[in-house]
């Protein structure tokens, strides 16, 4: 039951990350860019809902393109799909968690950031 219970708490702080981000109300400036520092201090949970909230984007970006996706210079996302393809929620937190612990001296750095350069661009790399 206290599973099910986790999987809940994720699955709403994602919704609720997700609207913040989609809501028209919602400033740029006022939606907080992730880094290293809030990520070495957030829990797995808190961690896992990040992750979902931009697996669940990549995915409904996905659908929403069908058989007729945007053009590279239109969208990051089939590079961001393409690049993380074979990596589960957890082996992405795994390598955030291992990076920021090799580079304690990079925490300002953006979670987004370092999603793209250490894992969807090695990603897209090796698909080639």
Not at 14 to 26: D, I, Q, R, Y
Not at 62 to 82: D, L, M
Not at 92 to 98: H, K, S
Not at 117 to 127: D, I, R
Request: with cysteine.
């Amino acid at each position: 039951m206290a599973i099910k219970t986790q999987w809940q708490s994720v699955i709403f702080v994602a919704c609720m990350m997700m609207l913040a981000m989609m809501s028209g109300s919602v400033r740029a400036d006022e939606v907080p860019l992730i880094t290293g520092e809030h990520w070495t201090k957030s829990s797995e949970q808190v961690k896992k809902a990040y992750l979902v909230g931009i697996a669940n984007i990549v995915q409904v970006e996905t659908a929403y393109a069908g058989s007729n996706p945007p053009a590279e210079a239109q969208s990051v996302v089939p590079r961001f799909a393409k690049g993380l393809k074979g990596h589960t929620l957890d082996s992405v937190r795994d390598a955030l968690d291992a990076w920021y612990a090799a580079h304690p001296d990079r925490l300002q750095r953006p979670v987004i950031e370092t999603i793209w350069f250490e894992l969807v661009v090695p990603g897209l790399q090796k698909s080639k």
